[in-house]
């Protein structure tokens, strides 16, 4: 390093790892955001926008839900 400091990796940084844990987001993880999809419960939200934007966003999904789950 050029500051001096020698450099520390983490085996969670090392290049097998993130291979490894890649790999299991392909085969366990992708496959639900089309499960949620096909079943109409999934919402995507833009995340590379303002954290009060996002916010909003969010609560714009979710207080319809929660009203309509405390009338039951």
């Known amino acids: 390093c ?3 400091v ?3 990796q983490r085996k969670d940084d090392q290049e097998d790892t993130v291979k ?9 993880t992708a496959p639900l955001i089309e499960y949620y999809k096909n079943k109409h419960l ?3 939200i833009d995340a590379g926008v303002s954290l ?3 916010s909003e966003k969010i609560e714009e999904v979710l207080l319809p839900s929660l009203s ?3 009338l039951s």
């Open 2 to 4: 050029e500051c001096g």
């Open 6 to 8: 020698m450099l520390v």
């Open 20 to 28: 490894n844990r890649l790999s299991v987001y392909e085969k366990e």
């Open 42 to 44: 999934l919402v995507e």
């Open 52 to 54: 009060n934007l996002v």
């Open 68 to 70: 309509s789950s405390q």
